[in-house]
T-cell receptor
């Protein structure tokens, strides 16, 4: 069990650029979640997938944010036309559908928009 | 939006002392979970307590849940320097799919 992995761990980009983050969940997990965490705050839910289906996306912060999980395995989170306010830690988590609902988190991708 | 509110926001204790953190929430829950986050890292699940449970133990951790007061507490006994981290409570709402986190308690354990 290698745990949840995220890539890259750090990303520095200029305002207006597009960025994409990848998350590889624990292999048997069929639910995958994306969160955003800003300094001094707890994680804020963005979206989640059950297998390849995106079952909730209304919490994505704007239409500049999109996520995919094309084959029900890894997932990507894309932010288009980044703004300075997008600077945050982006966390991915996975879990079993029938499990205890505890979530297993990756190390996060820290985004800095300059 | 964040449902849980942890109290205190920051706590500093000496190694060997007990640390107690509290969490309040607003709506009905299926379960409540506690997570730990070391600086700049991902979250680690500590313990889950279901809405029909009142107390749960795991090693040096003790969690209580009072659904009538919509509150929970996390007790860490015999603290160690390695316990230094931020601790978050997270609620899973009844019929929900997502966790809602509080702002966390930052615990510092001084050797």
């Amino acid at each position: 069990d290698t745990g949840v992995s995220q890539d890259p761990r750090h990303k520095i980009t200029k305002r207006g650029q597009n960025v994409t983050f990848r998350c590889d969940p624990i292999s048997e997990h069929n639910r995958l979640y994306w969160y955003r965490q800003t300094l001094g705050q707890g994680p804020e839910f963005l979206t989640y997938f059950q297998n390849e289906a995106q079952l909730e996306k209304s919490r994505l912060l704007s239409d500049r944010f999109s996520a995919e999980r094309p084959k029900g395995s890894f997932s990507t989170l894309e932010i288009q036309r980044t703004e300075q306010g997008d600077s945050a830690m982006y966390l991915c988590a996975s879990t079993y559908l029938q499990g205890g609902r505890e979530q297993y988190f990756g190390p996060g991708t820290r985004l800095t928009v300059t | 939006s964040q449902q849980g509110e942890e109290d205190p926001q920051a706590l500093s204790i000496q190694e060997g002392e007990n640390a107690t953190m509290n969490c309040s929430y607003k709506t009905s829950i299926n379960n409540l979970q506690w997570y730990r986050q070391n600086s700049g890292r991902g979250l680690v699940h500590l313990i889950l307590i279901r809405s029909n449970e009142r107390e749960k133990h795991s090693g040096r951790l003790r969690v209580t849940l009072d659904t009538s007061k919509k509150s929970s507490s996390l007790l860490i006994t015999a603290s160690r320097a390695a316990d230094t981290a931020s601790y978050f409570c997270a609620t899973l709402g009844a019929g929900s799919y997502q966790l809602t986190f509080g702002k966390g308690t930052k615990l510092s354990v001084i050797p």
